[in-house]
């Protein structure tokens, strides 16, 4: 059973800028995979290259095996998508559009059970350039639904969606997913792909800069906590000690008398341990732990 | 059905759904049934010769007017839309985009001169004149292919290029070169040939297919091979007099060159480009 996503060291050039630099991936049949990134990490122009819109400068991608370039349609057949800027097609109804998706599928059946998926419904006669943003979202999120895809390709999928919206969206994802569905969405926005996803990739500046699943990343980002001690008598031999302390990384000695901490989870009361073996009193005790949010930001920012 | 189908069918849905569409394809209409109205006033006994004659000037603007219009845009304006990446997210090829437009666009380019030719020769026939069979076809057949031409032609510039803008200026061009000047050249063309002592006074039968190789020159002379054989309004190019080549058959060839050499030409850069 090849992998539903199998990316070898992708890069795309833009003359001297590079969008994408050597990705691999590998996304297993059955996963629910969150790819997330800021604007214009190149998220978007890696599922366009798996969708063959760009070429990739080196590197090769597949879909259940098939080269996404040498066989592109072929790899497309598998595929539901909801590519990112794309257009309606004028002149069309709603009804129409779900029908060039049926036959360019080769499925049959009534277009009505699609648009009824999505609930727009009752708009299936009216032509799909008058729908609202979310409207058009939610048809051609209906076309990506044609035919059952192996893999279903969501780029963004959430924009222009309103909360409830974007809930029902999610619920569909994680339906098609039970029927047996690879996913592949990206997303900016954490809590999206936290919803939803098994495993999580974020790309920044062209990298893939982690790959993990959420559960891995949380703990990631939660082994690692800050405390925030309030005392009355602090001296800079007790900073020292604190410092000495296995798995403390960080001590801060605030103006007003408070000492920030950051250290591994596990080590909280060595900490306190110490402080109370040189006599400090502790007024008061907070703690601070980074959230998914943090963990992002850190790998989003930190490589600049 | 396969893949190219399903793009044409959309495309004639649209085509035939959108105002400016059907605004365009009624006028085409309009035009060669209201020739068929009025040659009947000023000749009696009227033919499609006749026909032909009375028409030959507009729809030498028409017809090309009508093929580019409907080309230029197709895969650019498709492109910068969006459009086109969404028709891809599906499984077609990038042939199947270019081949679907063709046809799609052929088809509605050959249905309209056809319905308003064959309306025109009723109001040709009816009551007092007769149309022959065979030259309503060759009439039919030549202007079709004349529209393919300059379709094909639109449908490979909105493949080689990457913006509306670029499309627009290119389309005028050749608007332009082959409907504005390119028949006038001849005087150029003999002096320039004089000059470099290529020719005397007439020009050479060489020269004249090479100037005649331009869509429109070879519609006419199309045109003035099986349809109106009795007038010799393109010169030397006419006649069983002249050689094979300048004759009515490899004229028709050559048209049809001018659909397959632009499409392919088209469809071969168009290949290579990311969206």
Redesign the interface.
């Known amino acids: 059973m090849p992998p539903a996503i199998e990316i070898h060291d992708a890069t795309k050039r833009y003359g001297s800028f590079t969008a994408v630099d050597r990705v691999n991936l590998e996304v297993e049949q059955g996963e629910v995979f969150g790819f997330l990134g800021h604007n214009g990490a190149g998220k978007s122009t890696m599922i ?1 290259m798996l ?5 990739p400068t080196t590197g090769n991608l597949k879909v259940f095996g098939a080269d996404c370039q040498k066989n ?3 790899a ?2 598998r ?1 539901g ?1 909801l ?10 109804t709603g009804r ?1 559009h779900i029908q ?2 049926m ?4 499925v049959d059946g009534d277009p009505l059970a699609f648009l009824d998926r999505v609930g727009i419904t009752e708009a299936a006669d009216r ?1 799909a350039e008058e729908y609202s943003k979310g409207m058009t979202q939610r048809m ?1 999120f209906a ?2 639904l044609v035919g059952e895809p192996d893999l279903l390709v969501l780029d963004e999928p959430t924009s222009g969606l309103d909360p409830a919206g974007a809930r029902s969206m999610r619920e569909t994802i994680r339906e098609e997913n039970e029927r047996g569905a690879t996913v592949f969405f990206s997303s900016h926005i954490l809590e999206q792909i936290e919803a939803v996803a098994d495993r999580v990739g974020i790309m920044h500046q062209g990298k893939l800069t982690a790959v993990d699943t959420i559960g891995g990343l949380r703990e990631m980002a939660s082994s690692e906590t800050k405390l925030l001690i309030s005392t009355n008598n602090l001296c800079d031999s007790v900073v020292n000690a604190v410092e000495t302390v296995d798995g403390v990384e960080n001590v801060v000695h605030t103006d007003d008398g408070q000492l920030a901490v950051t250290c591994t989870k596990q080590v909280k009361i060595d900490v306190l341990l110490t402080l109370d073996k040189h006599n400090v009193t502790v007024l008061d005790l907070t703690t601070e732990e980074p959230s998914l949010e943090d963990l992002f930001v850190e790998y989003t920012w930190r490589s600049e | 059905m396969t893949r190219w189908s399903t793009i044409a069918q959309k495309d004639i849905r649209g085509l035939v759904g959108s105002r400016t569409g059907k605004t365009g394809i009624g006028l085409v209409v309009l035009v060669f049934l209201f020739s068929g109205y009025l040659v009947p006033t000023t000749t009696s006994n009227p033919t499609m010769t006749d026909y032909d004659s009375f028409a030959r000037g507009i729809v030498l603007f028409l017809v090309p007017l009508f093929g580019l219009l409907l080309g230029y845009r197709a895969v650019v304006g498709e492109r910068a839309t969006g459009r086109l990446t969404l028709t891809l997210s599906f499984p077609h090829s990038r042939a199947d985009i270019v081949i679907g437009k063709f046809v799609g666009r052929g088809l509605t380019l050959s249905t309209a001169l056809s319905v308003g030719i064959l309306g025109g020769a009723v109001l040709i026939e009816y009551p007092f004149g007769s149309v022959t069979v065979e030259t309503l076809l060759s009439y039919l057949f030549a202007t079709v292919l004349f529209g393919l031409a300059f379709l094909a032609i639109g449908i490979a510039l909105s493949a080689l290029t990457t913006s509306l803008r670029q499309a627009t200026v290119l389309t005028f061009g050749v608007f332009f070169l082959f409907v504005v000047a390119w028949p006038q050249l001849t005087g150029f063309l003999l002096q320039g040939l004089e000059y470099l002592n290529l020719a005397n006074n007439t020009l050479p039968d060489w020269a004249v297919f090479v100037h005649g190789a331009e869509p429109s020159m070879l519609y006419q002379r199309v045109l003035d091979s099986y349809v109106s054989p009795n007038k010799l309004t393109s010169g030397a190019a006419l006649g069983s007099v002249g050689p094979w080549y300048l004759q009515g058959g490899p004229a028709v060839l050559l048209l049809a060159g001018w659909i397959i050499t632009p499409t392919v030409t088209g469809y071969l850069q168009f290949r290579r480009t990311d969206i």
């Open positions: 366009n969708l063959d819109h760009v070429r592109s349609v072929r497309r057949k595929m998508v590519p990112d800027g794309y257009g309606v097609y004028s002149g069309l129409q060039f998706a036959e360019s599928k080769d032509a051609v076309m990506a």
